[in-house]
């Protein structure tokens, strides 16, 4: 497959590529490219046992257990032919020996009648092909039957659509929130795709699972990656390990509690139990002290003085807070609530992320110097000489200046007198022109 030149067609949802190589079709699986990824581990170890029960992976997140009846030889990655009804379905088998066996354990699965639906063969050519086709109309499919129950009325969400490898029957997943009574909309969707149809009924959360996507930890969805069976996930897991009840932080793409709530639920509830518990604010000599915050994991638990804001915060150890508490029933207030004999300073955590600028990386936008450049340079030069000439000058004749200033001041003050006396003389002609229009001008004396 690395060799081919040809187009590569990538089918994330079963986790395979095809080539098209002009007259032949070669498909080859991508190992760790499909949802509810198993590694391996046993499969090198040399007390591996093989056995005749094989998994079998299909679209998204369906997968399945078969036995091997005819002894074929296989291995992971193979693409093969499996009992259906009716007819036969397509699958990639996942895993193989002891690791079957405890998957089987983990995921309680059952089969049906106490029998392992039966692996026909290695996949055909002509089974590929058919498997292929099949796929091509699972999207137009989905879209089609959106419409469909949308035009009946009913209160449902297909959410995906699986063909049957040899296109016989087609699974279509849909979530509800009560009973939906699709009777009437098997018998479109027989008349409109020509195929069996089964309703399946799925949560919330397999349907993310289903449909995959990246996580608010920048990972990829535990229900797509590794969760097979989903337990119930309720507010008390998020207050009991202090977490703040922000229903936005809360939810995850499902719209439902992250399951991820779950994953250290027991061990806060454990070390809850051996705190001191705090009721009433902690009474001591220069007043009373609420608890603000509980380090459930360190041990340390932070008072403040105000009841509604952080202010005066002081963190002590666990310890420290049962003695007061039993001081305090006993009706007796400590001098300080932190222990005088106790050195141990509580080291704050340091913050760096206002640190760096996150534009320390991009390159700066140098404005390129040209003949305006230049131009503004030499007149902020000129003025500059300017000023430093007019600075020099005045600095050098300053007596002068000030003589030659005091005997003009009498001829400027006569000046301005005259023209004031012409100006109000014109006023009370009328309008204060003359001569054609023209503005006149004082009399020089």
């Given at each position: 497959?690395?060799?081919?030149?040809?187009?590569?067609?990538?089918?994330?949802?079963?986790?395979?590529?095809?080539?098209?190589?002009?007259?032949?079709?070669?498909?080859?699986?991508?190992?760790?490219?499909?949802?509810?990824?198993?590694?391996?581990?046993?499969?090198?170890?040399?007390?591996?046992?093989?056995?005749?029960?094989?998994?079998?992976?299909?679209?998204?997140?369906?997968?399945?257990?078969?036995?091997?009846?005819?002894?074929?030889?296989?291995?992971?990655?193979?693409?093969?032919?499996?009992?259906?009804?009716?007819?036969?379905?397509?699958?990639?088998?996942?895993?193989?020996?002891?690791?079957?066996?405890?998957?089987?354990?983990?995921?309680?699965?059952?089969?049906?009648?106490?029998?392992?639906?039966?692996?026909?063969?290695?996949?055909?050519?002509?089974?590929?092909?058919?498997?292929?086709?099949?796929?091509?109309?699972?999207?137009?499919?989905?879209?089609?039957?959106?419409?469909?129950?949308?035009?009946?009325?009913?209160?449902?969400?297909?959410?995906?659509?699986?063909?049957?490898?040899?296109?016989?029957?087609?699974?279509?997943?849909?979530?509800?929130?009560?009973?939906?009574?699709?009777?009437?909309?098997?018998?479109?969707?027989?008349?409109?795709?020509?195929?069996?149809?089964?309703?399946?009924?799925?949560?919330?959360?397999?349907?993310?699972?289903?449909?995959?996507?990246?996580?608010?930890?920048?990972?990829?969805?535990?229900?797509?990656?590794?969760?097979?069976?989903?337990?119930?996930?309720?507010?008390?897991?998020?207050?009991?390990?202090?977490?703040?009840?922000?229903?936005?932080?809360?939810?995850?793409?499902?719209?439902?509690?992250?399951?991820?709530?779950?994953?250290?639920?027991?061990?806060?509830?454990?070390?809850?139990?051996?705190?001191?518990?705090?009721?009433?604010?902690?009474?001591?000599?220069?007043?009373?002290?609420?608890?603000?915050?509980?380090?459930?994991?360190?041990?340390?638990?932070?008072?403040?003085?105000?009841?509604?804001?952080?202010?005066?915060?002081?963190?002590?150890?666990?310890?420290?807070?049962?003695?007061?508490?039993?001081?305090?029933?006993?009706?007796?207030?400590?001098?300080?609530?932190?222990?005088?004999?106790?050195?141990?300073?509580?080291?704050?955590?340091?913050?760096?992320?206002?640190?760096?600028?996150?534009?320390?990386?991009?390159?700066?936008?140098?404005?390129?110097?040209?003949?305006?450049?230049?131009?503004?340079?030499?007149?902020?030069?000129?003025?500059?000489?300017?000023?430093?000439?007019?600075?020099?000058?005045?600095?050098?004749?300053?007596?002068?200046?000030?003589?030659?200033?005091?005997q003009d001041r009498p001829q400027r003050r006569n000046n301005d007198r005259r023209g004031r006396d012409h100006r109000h003389k014109g006023n009370r002609n009328g309008g204060g022109e003359s001569n054609g229009g023209q503005n006149s001008t004082p009399k020089q004396e």
């Open positions: 497959m690395d060799n081919c030149s040809k187009k590569h067609i990538p089918e994330m949802g079963r986790g395979f590529v095809t080539c098209d190589c002009g007259d032949e079709l070669r498909v080859e699986p991508v190992e760790g490219c499909y949802k509810l990824h198993e590694t391996p581990w046993l499969e090198e170890y040399p007390d591996n046992v093989p056995t005749d029960i094989f998994e079998v992976r299909f679209k998204n997140t369906r997968r399945s257990y078969y036995k091997n009846v005819n002894n074929l030889p296989l291995k992971r990655g193979d693409i093969v032919a499996v009992e259906a009804s009716p007819g036969h379905d397509i699958g990639i088998i996942s895993l193989t020996g002891d690791m079957v066996a405890k998957q089987i354990r983990r995921t309680g699965f059952t089969p049906f009648n106490g029998e392992y639906k039966k692996i026909y063969r290695k996949a055909r050519p002509y089974d590929i092909e058919r498997w292929q086709e099949a796929i091509a109309l699972e999207h137009d499919t989905m879209i089609q039957s959106r419409q469909i129950a949308a035009e009946m009325g009913l209160d449902m969400k297909i959410g995906d659509v699986e063909y049957q490898g040899d296109k016989v029957k087609a699974i279509f997943y849909y979530i509800a929130e009560g009973r939906v009574d699709f009777r009437e909309l098997i018998k479109v969707f027989a008349e409109r795709f020509h195929i069996r149809i089964e309703m399946k009924q799925i949560g919330a959360r397999q349907e993310a699972g289903r449909i995959g996507g990246i996580g608010a930890c920048g990972r990829e969805l535990c229900c797509a990656s590794w969760i097979s069976s989903f337990s119930s996930v309720t507010t008390n897991a998020a207050r009991v390990q202090d977490i703040s009840l922000n229903p936005l932080k809360l939810a995850g793409q499902c719209s439902k509690l992250k399951c991820c709530l779950m994953y250290e639920y027991d061990v806060y509830a454990d070390a809850r139990q051996t705190l001191p518990r705090v009721r009433e604010p902690l009474q001591a000599m220069d007043g009373e002290y609420y608890l603000v915050k509980t380090d459930i994991l360190g041990r340390m638990m932070s008072f403040s003085t105000s009841k509604d804001t952080m202010a005066n915060v002081v963190t002590i150890p666990t310890s420290r807070v049962r003695e007061i508490v039993a001081m305090n029933r006993a009706g007796k207030k400590v001098e300080s609530i932190v222990d005088a004999n106790s050195t141990a300073a509580v080291e704050e955590p340091t913050f760096r992320t206002e640190e760096d600028s996150i534009t320390r990386f991009d390159k700066q936008n140098r404005r390129r110097k040209g003949r305006g450049d230049r131009r503004d340079r030499g007149q902020r030069q000129g003025r500059t000489e300017e000023r430093a000439e007019v600075q020099k000058g005045g600095d050098k004749g300053n007596g002068e200046g000030e003589h030659q200033q005091r």
